[in-house]
């Protein structure tokens, strides 16, 4: 089974920065698209950021300027790095891999998540 464990949540004050990291390990063939989403309370599920195995970006509106996601294809790591914190980045962050197993067709797999709380 791939497992993706999410690590570098926590609280920090607003304007502050955290880096996000996210480690997928098991068995696969390699990794097409790692993204993060994130869940605050009361709210659906919604997109973050995402990157492709061709270093192509996608970022949700309200972190555009703030966030950068990026990839360490060797440690098959995914980061979020976050700057100028608000307090409504507040959520539970989730890390997302598409990926092609060693065997059988592309698979979604998902973290169980971290808390980031943005508070003074």
């Known amino acids: 089974q791939v497992q993706l464990v999410e690590s570098g949540g926590g609280l920090v004050q607003p304007g502050g920065s955290l880096r996000l990291s996210c480690a997928a390990s098991g068995s696969f063939f390699s990794i097409n698209n790692m993204g993060w989403y994130r869940q605050a309370p009361g709210k659906q599920r919604e997109l973050v950021a995402v990157i492709s195995s061709v270093w192509s970006t996608n970022y949700a509106e309200s972190v555009k300027g703030r966030f950068t996601i990026s990839r360490d294809n060797a440690k098959n790591t995914v980061y979020l790095q976050m700057n100028s914190l608000k307090p409504e980045d507040t959520a539970v962050y989730y890390c997302?891999?598409?990926?092609?197993?060693?065997?059988?067709?592309?698979?979604?797999?998902w973290g169980r998540g971290t808390q980031v709380t943005v508070s003074s």
């Open positions: 997302h891999a598409n990926l092609w197993p060693t065997d059988g067709g592309m698979e979604d797999h």
